[in-house]
């Protein structure tokens, strides 16, 4: 009895593996020709100044469109990763971004832009040249550009990404730390990634008003004493925004201020602020 739950449990196992093996091949080969054919696409969301309310920054974040179905990035962003499509996808991402924020950019307002970068295209040797000749071409002040890395980074090999992020620093791109406080990264190792930014994860904003709070408070006097500058994402009710502004966190990102916008919308949303 017991040893026939044990095999039915293991045929299971590999039957789920199985199928998720096949889902990640198909995708995979559909992702080789996913921007060709325009199934890629950006969508923003605004990242906002606490004591203002105006807009600090906008995340671009990618969104595909396959055969009538939206796919996470979440599901393939690792598969990019795995087989070896990330810096394609990559470097097209921070062009389209670019792209869309300098036609925003109308009126003398000149739009922050923030842009997830997979440690894999961080590691690549060519990464800051292709980002360098890329902004030149497109005539975008680097300033106005910053990058987002997840804390995974911490596990790769550190003299490589000190240099690469040093380089973009010299540009006056700014790095902000992802996810902060899921993964392996202590805030001594971000120091000597002499990162700007750090991103407190939604997981601490979730319970703020509750047992997440000491976290963020002492998130945020550290960082302080550092120089980072802090962003709360995942900020979804109003009692998270006022105990986020009590804990002094200076930006503020989630659903309760926008979901991540289409290019259109975030156009109207723009247009609405400033009128
Ligand atoms: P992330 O960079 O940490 O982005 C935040 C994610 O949380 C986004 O999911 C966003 O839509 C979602 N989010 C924002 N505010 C709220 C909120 O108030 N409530 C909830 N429930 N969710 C919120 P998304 O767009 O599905 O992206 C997931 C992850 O995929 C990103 O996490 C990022 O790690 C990765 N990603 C997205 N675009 C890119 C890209 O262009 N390149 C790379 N390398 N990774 C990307
Ligand atoms: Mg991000
Ligand atoms: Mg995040
Ligand atoms: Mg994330």
């Known amino acids: 009895q017991q040893k026939r739950i044990e095999k039915g449990q293991v045929g299971h196992f590999s039957e789920s593996l199985r199928l998720q093996n096949i889902r990640d091949h198909l995708l995979s080969d559909r992702l080789l020709t996913a921007i060709e054919k325009s199934e890629m696409r950006l969508v923003f969301q605004p990242i906002i100044k606490s004591k203002t309310g105006s807009i600090a920054c906008i995340e671009a974040l ?11 990035p979440i599901e393939f962003i690792p598969i990019a990763e795995q087989y070896g499509m990330i ?7 921070v062009e389209k971004a670019c792209q869309q924020i300098i036609t925003l950019s109308q009126n003398g307002r000149a739009l922050t832009v923030s842009i997830n970068v997979s440690v894999i295209q961080l590691q690549d040797r060519e990464f800051v040249t292709h980002i360098k000749t890329l902004l030149t071409r497109l005539k975008f002040e680097p300033s106005l550009l910053h990058i987002e890395i997840t804390e995974s980074v911490f596990a790769a090999d550190k003299t490589v990404l000190m240099k690469q992020i040093k380089a973009l620093q010299e540009m006056s791109i700014k790095i902000s730390i992802d996810d902060f406080g899921t993964g392996y990264s202590s805030l ?3 120091q000597d990634l002499g990162v700007d930014i750090v991103k407190i994860d939604k997981s601490f904003i979730d319970n703020v008003n509750g047992s997440g709070s000491n976290i963020v408070h002492a998130v945020m006097q550290i960082s302080q004493s550092m120089g980072y500058q802090v962003v709360a994402e995942g900020v979804e009710s109003l009692e ?4 986020l502004n009590e804990i002094g966190v200076h ?3 989630g659903y309760y201020f926008s979901k991540p916008l289409e ?8 247009n609405d602020r400033l009128n």
């Open 62 to 72: 990618l969104r595909w469109h396959l055969d009538g179905e939206e796919v996470s």
């Open 87 to 93: 810096k394609n996808i990559g470097l097209w991402v």
């Open 188 to 190: 001594a190792s971000m």
């Open 240 to 243: 998270q925004v006022e105990k």
């Open 251 to 253: 930006f503020l990102q």
């Open 263 to 270: 290019v259109d919308q975030l156009t109207d949303y723009l």
